[in-house]
């Protein structure tokens, strides 16, 4: 059974936004960091933001800074990142992970995250 659920992922133009949601279905993660990575064609999976669990820091890849938002509703049991300006280099698979409960601080690397979801695709057209 998947505890983490992404969705709100499609097609967009150039300049576009787009806002995707990560379930928690079970509301196993509401103590944990969480994290948004994505992974282009042929690429390896790279960090795009996180999140601590209170929800108060923030930490995002130079990349999207500025342009990405994260954020996470404990009501609905469910992470966000709001996207907008979207380039076609952030084409890819859009995956929400929770981290472990040593994780320190906020970390890009996605080795500290052990809980993932099974992404979203995202397609920004030029």
């Known amino acids: 059974q998947e505890q983490l659920v992404e969705s709100g992922g499609g097609l967009v133009q150039r300049g576009g936004s787009l806002r995707l949601s990560c379930l928690d279905s079970?509301?196993?993660?509401?103590?944990?960091?969480m994290g948004w990575f994505r992974q282009a064609p042929g690429k390896e999976r790279a960090f795009v933001a996180a999140?601590?669990?209170?929800?108060?820091?923030?930490y995002y890849a130079d990349s999207v800074k500025g342009r990405f938002t994260i954020s996470r509703d404990y009501a609905a049991n469910t992470l966000y990142l709001e996207m907008t300006g979207l380039q076609p280099e952030d084409t890819g698979v859009y995956f929400c992970?929770?981290?472990?409960?040593?994780?320190?601080?906020?970390?890009?690397?996605?080795?500290?995250?052990?809980?993932w979801g099974q992404g979203t695709q995202v397609t920004v057209s030029s």
């Open positions: 999140i601590d669990w209170i929800g108060y820091s923030t």
């Open positions: 079970e509301g196993t993660f509401s103590m944990h960091k």
């Open positions: 992970a929770a981290a472990g409960t040593d994780m320190r601080g906020l970390q890009a690397a996605p080795g500290e995250y052990p809980y």
